[in-house]
C-alpha cells in the first residue's frame, strides 16, 4: 500500500456511500455528572458521522468545529490545513438504509481526532457515533451547541503519571469506576440514537437499531466491553488499545469482541527493565500490572464468542489516532506513541479488521480476514497470553 502523506489530506473512504456529519447535544436527565464542579446532568457531545446523500453545492466539513479548534495549537498542528471528506448536515443516503449502528468511545481526546476511521466505516454503510465524554479531553470538552468545560483531571484516573506512584489496588479501583461512567455513556448514546431514529431529524428512519456494536479507544474500549457486557442491544465489541482494568475473574462478555492492540514493550521487559525505561515506578507495581492487565485480556479472548485479538506490528498507542496522518509541528505532543508504522498504514489495518469484525458480526458482509498467525505480515493474530508471552 502506497504511504499517505502527513500533509493534511486523510486517504479517501474505500466504500461505496459518500460521508455526512452532524452532532448531537444530550443530556441524561436521570444521571448526575461525576466529574462537574458543581451539581448537573451528565451532559455530552455526540458527533455522528454516517452515509449520505449531499447536495452538488454542497462543501466539507471543518476537521475541529468551533471551540474544538483551540485543540490544534495544543497538539501541535493548524486545524485550517486538515481536509476531511464530511459534509456537515446533509440528507442520509437512503440506498442502502437503514443501517448499522457503532458507538465509540474515546479516552482523552474528542472523537474528531478519528476522523479517518470514521470516514471510512461511514462510506461502507455504518452510523458512527462518537462521544465527547465531557471533562475528559485535554484541555476542554466544547458542547455542539455552545459552552466548553475544562478537563477535570479526575476523568482520567492519573492515566498520565508513571504507574507506580500509588499502590496497583488504589489504580484499578479508580480507573474500573471511570470506565462505568463512560460505559454508561455509551448505552445513554444508544437510548438516545433510538430516539432519533422515531423523531423528524436527519437520521430518523435511517438507523437499524437492532444492529448496533460499541468499540472504543484505550479506557473506551475497556468501556466498550462494559457496555456490551450489560446491554443486550449491543451485539459486538472492539476494544483498540485499551486494557480493561478489571480482575480476570470478573471479564464477562456475552456476544463476539475483537481487541485490537499496538506494541507492548511494558507487558514483555523483565519488570526490571521495564522499571529502568520508566514504563513502571516499581517492579511490584509491574508484577501486578501484568497479571491482572494480560490475565483480563486473555480471559476476555475466552469468554467472547467468538473472541478475537490482533496486534498491529510496530504500533504505538496513539498510531489509532488520526494524528500520524496530520501535518503535525516538529515539537509536537501528539508525535507521542506514534509507533513506527508510515502514515496511513495502521489506519488501513484498524479499518479492514474493524469492517471485517462488524461486518460479519451485525450483517453488513461476511467475514473475509485471515485469521491464523502470520497469515499478513502486519499483524500478529494470536490470543493475548501469546502476543504477550512473557507477562504471564
Not at 363 to 372: E, F, I, K, Q
Request: with cysteine; hydrophobic share 40%; glycine share 10%.
Amino acid at each position: 500500500m502506497r504511504p499517505v502523506q502527513p500533509d493534511g489530506t486523510f486517504p479517501a473512504p474505500t466504500g461505496t456511500h459518500r460521508v455526512g456529519r452532524l452532532a448531537l447535544d444530550l443530556t441524561d436527565e436521570q444521571r448526575p455528572d461525576p466529574y462537574a464542579r458543581r451539581e448537573a446532568k451528565r451532559r455530552l457531545g455526540v458527533w455522528v458521522w454516517y452515509p449520505a446523500a449531499p447536495p452538488p453545492d454542497a462543501r466539507p466539513a471543518a476537521y475541529l468545529p468551533g471551540w474544538w479548534r483551540v485543540l490544534g495549537p495544543v497538539w501541535g498542528f493548524r486545524p485550517s490545513r486538515v481536509r476531511v471528506r464530511a459534509f456537515p448536515g446533509v440528507p442520509v443516503d437512503r440506498e442502502g438504509g437503514p443501517y448499522p449502528v457503532l458507538v465509540f468511545s474515546p479516552s482523552g481526546n474528542p472523537p474528531h481526532f478519528y476522523t479517518a476511521l470514521f470516514e471510512e466505516l461511514a462510506s461502507h454503510g455504518y452510523v458512527v457515533a462518537g462521544i465527547s465524554h465531557t471533562y475528559e479531553t485535554i484541555p476542554i470538552s466544547a458542547f455542539p451547541t455552545g459552552g466548553v468545560r475544562l478537563l477535570n483531571p479526575k476523568s482520567l484516573a492519573g492515566a498520565f503519571s508513571i504507574p507506580g506512584k500509588r499502590p496497583y489496588a488504589e489504580d484499578l479501583r479508580e480507573r474500573a469506576g471511570l470506565i462505568n461512567v463512560k460505559a454508561a455513556d455509551i448505552r445513554f448514546v444508544v437510548g438516545e440514537l433510538a430516539a432519533s431514529n422515531k423523531g423528524h431529524g436527519v437520521l430518523a428512519g435511517q438507523l437499524d437499531l437492532s444492529r448496533v456494536g460499541a468499540l472504543g479507544h484505550s479506557f473506551g474500549g475497556a468501556a466498550a466491553s462494559e457496555a456490551c457486557r450489560l446491554d443486550d442491544r449491543i451485539r459486538a465489541g472492539a476494544s483498540i488499545d485499551g486494557g480493561l482494568w478489571k480482575a480476570p475473574a470478573d471479564v464477562a462478555v456475552a456476544g463476539p469482541f475483537l481487541q485490537l492492540f499496538g506494541e507492548h514493550p511494558e507487558y514483555v521487559l523483565p519488570c526490571e527493565e521495564a522499571v529502568r525505561a520508566k514504563y513502571y515506578a516499581t517492579a511490584e507495581y509491574c508484577a501486578a500490572d501484568r497479571e491482572t492487565t494480560v490475565g483480563a485480556w486473555q480471559a476476555l479472548h475466552d469468554r467472547a464468542r467468538p473472541g478475537t485479538t490482533v496486534l498491529v506490528r510496530g504500533a504505538g498507542h496513539a498510531s489509532f489516532i488520526d494524528w500520524p496522518m496530520l501535518p503535525l509541528w516538529r515539537v509536537s505532543m501528539a508525535r507521542r506513541g506514534l509507533g513506527t508504522p508510515a502514515p496511513g498504514v495502521v489506519w488501513r489495518v484498524a479499518s479492514d479488521y474493524l469492517l471485517d469484525f462488524f461486518g460479519e458480526h451485525l450483517g453488513a458482509r461476511s467475514g473475509s480476514l485471515p485469521a491464523g498467525e502470520g497469515s499478513d505480515d502486519r499483524v500478529r493474530v494470536d490470543a493475548p497470553a501469546a502476543l504477550f508471552s512473557q507477562a504471564v
